[in-house]
């Protein structure tokens, strides 16, 4: 299984309060607060011996909702759930997860006011 698969799969089952996943970009009229997940890097550092398995994986969340409570509450019931993670995620083995990063955006399109969270965390494991 994929790191992203164990992602959804955690996240869907933690909390209603979180939101609804979605890869990469939200689709024409989302559910409310939405998360939209990405894998922003990989990084597999090179040994002596050849190519460590240990991978690092970071991966962007973008919650996105219509009010800032709802927003933050579903980024910090997010962080919650991820930060310092370590066991199975889904079927992947996660040896330790780490939040890195989190910036506040407000987005007006057409009639349609949004705000969003943007959060980055690093997932260590064997790939």
Same mark, same amino acid.
């Given at each position: 299984?994929?790191?992203?698969?164990?992602?959804?799969?955690?996240?869907?089952?933690?909390?209603?309060?979180?939101?609804?996943?979605?890869?990469?970009?939200?689709?024409?009229?989302?559910?409310?607060?939405? +998360?939209?997940? $990405?894998? !922003?890097?990989?990084?597999?550092?090179?040994?002596? =011996?050849?190519?460590?398995? &240990?991978?690092?994986? %970071?991966?962007?969340?973008? +919650?996105?909702? $219509?009010? !800032?409570?709802?927003?933050?509450?579903?980024?910090? =019931?997010?962080?919650?759930? &991820?930060?310092?993670? %370590?066991?199975?995620?889904?079927?992947?083995?996660?040896?330790?997860?780490?939040?890195?990063?989190?910036?506040?955006?407000?987005?007006?399109?057409?009639?349609?006011?949004?705000?969003?969270?943007?959060?980055?965390?690093?997932?260590?494991?064997?790939?």
């Amino acid at each position: 299984m994929r790191l992203e698969q164990g992602i959804v799969a955690v996240i869907d089952g933690a909390s209603p309060q979180i939101g609804t996943l979605y890869p990469n970009i939200l689709p024409p009229n989302p559910t409310y607060p939405a +998360i939209t997940y $990405t894998r !922003v890097s990989t990084f597999q550092p090179t040994i002596l =011996d050849g190519v460590d398995t &240990l991978t690092e994986v %970071r991966v962007q969340f973008d +919650i996105w909702g $219509t009010s !800032v409570g709802s927003v933050k509450n579903a980024a910090s =019931d997010l962080r919650t759930l &991820l930060n310092g993670y %370590r066991g199975d995620l889904g079927g992947v083995t996660i040896q330790y997860c780490k939040f890195d990063d989190e910036n506040d955006f407000a987005e007006i399109d057409g009639d349609l006011e949004s705000r969003r969270v943007s959060m980055d965390f690093i997932f260590t494991l064997h790939e």
